[in-house]
């Protein structure tokens, strides 16, 4: 429904909750009130678990107490739990799709800004507030004005050693961090398409970086045979009345956008950033910019700063800055294919510096065992965590020292997100493999090659 | 929700743009409830230095902003991760007006939950703003959310705001107050989602 002022009253098809919704929790409890939909809630616990050690006797009572609050308001509430202990458990963003929770067409919020993430599967998502989180849980609607539309474009064939990763740096570095406010974004184009599932979760959840309300891709026939028995999703003559609906979701011929953005994928290389921003992103043959050389004094500003606080050189070449850990891990880019892709470059190859690998959930973390990931991870010396957020935000105590370079799978180098300090690099798993082996970033093209980088 | 009609106070200029929300509220703190206040951790890592000294030269340090109440900012404020702590600071600091070209989505929508005052204006009007602070640190700054104009010095500005943010802010309406009307239409269109769009919920599990 729409109120004569043009907001309109939307209903959630699904709401997922985290150890730190507990703000929401804490305002239903102030009221009085009860969560009126727990049927269509879910709880996951990904934020302020830990990795390593043990995740039954948590060590930290402060990263206890958080996880035990989760366990409270679901039980209190009658909220399906993934929490620890669970064999379903991980990032929220990877869960969703995973049990067949998230689905093409649902509407799904959640209290964290990387919700755009279900939009792989076609399902309008989008992350919200405490307070919109509280409504949310009292009343399973949501407030909303129409976004404007944007449509990015990407056709062509991807060569090696690209992956959506570097899909989306190019298009953040393109339109710039706040290149996609306010907008709904549609990602098409033969390069799109030929994205499985895991792919495109990196693409869409990345839409925030760019300012994005959303992000989604139309779902297909990759779509439906991914959702196929998935425990959550329907089955039967339910499910085929789904695809049929599904079917029907994707952007006429000829519809209008306000914003045209198109990339040639033949043309990406891989991407990797250099400051303080994820538009700060440049192919990894480049320089970092040069203040010196830069005629606008804000941008010039802009430009010190970052480089002071990543302690990079002006005008320095990517290839030659030397890494002190990687992390793979996040709601970026810890699923499977992602593992597959860092392991193929990490196979008989020994990293030069520490870091961990975090699976993006226990499945995934079971099917990595499974496929002997785990092995040369550990083999080429990095450490093989549990699943969680991680070092992605380092809430759960794993962090990047001060002064500490990251080659990081994760989706912001902002200023201290990785720890007080942190120095991140963001690029793809790939790329954080070969900046692993060689102790710099590096062009994992050369890699696959087999050539010396 | 408090209103918000007018504010008159001193206004700190924070020349830096994607100010995203994990400068304003680090993560580590995100652990404190509502109750034990956000304000002194504002901007932390940007007021104190490792060692928990403030930073002399960071502009909410300097004794005419020590007591802002109006934050002048660069594009795109307040992007990145959805934490409403991030307006929390803010608000508990002192803050109830944040003047700026652009603004992170999430961070608009929970500034406006709060009665946190978010002002746009144009790159050149926020610059000018600025330089005005720069040259008279103590400058008054008014703000009129009903005429929509920023007064400074001599200068009075008009800044846009979402009409139905600008409404719910100068009534201090409450989302849920707003919902409540809709309870049976919602359930209505529970019921006849139900059967238009079985495959929407999820699957009982065995």
Redesign the interface.
Known sequence: MRRDDGESLLWVDRHYVHEGSFHAFGKLAERGAEVVEPKLTFGVADHYVPTRGSRHNIANPELARMVRQLEENCARHGVELFGLGDSRQGIVHVVGPEQGLTLPGLLIVCGDSHTSTHGALGAYAFGIGASEVAHVLMTQTIWQKKPKRMRVSVDGAMPPGISAKDIVLAIIASIGADGATGCAVEYSGSAIRALSMEGRSTLCNMSIEAGARCGVVAPDAATFAYLKRRPYAPTGAVFDQAVEAWSKLATDEGAAFDREVALDAAKIAPIVTWGTSPQDALPIDACVPDPSRESIPERAHYLREALDYMGIAPGKKLTEIAIDRVFIGSCTNARIEDLRAAAAVLAGRASKVPGLVSPGSTLVKRQAEEEGLDRIFREAGLEWGESGCSMCVGINGDLVRPRERCASTTNRNFRGRQGPGARTHLMSPAMVAAAAVTGHLADVRELLRGGKV | MEKFTKLTGAACPINQ??L?T??IL???F??R??AMGFGNVLLH?LRFD?EGREKSDFPLNKPAWRTATIVVGA??FG???????A?YALYDFGVRCVIAP?F???FA??AM??GLLTAAVTDEEAAEIMGSLAQTPELAVMVDLNEQSILCGNRTYRFRI???RR?RLLNGWD??A??EN?RE??SA??AD?NVK???????E?V
Do not use: H
């Not at chain 2, 992007?79 to 702590?85: D, K, L, M």
């Not at chain 2, 769009?197 to 699957?203: D, H, I």
């Open positions: 743009s994607n995203n994990d400068q680090p993560a580590r995100l652990k409830t509502r890592d490792s594009r795109n992007c990145g991760s959805s934490r409403e702590a307006v652009s992170g989505d999430i929508g929970n939950q709060n979402d009409p139905i409404m989302d849920l707003l919902t809709y239409r919602i269109f529970k989602d769009r079985p495959w929407a919920v999820p699957r599990q």
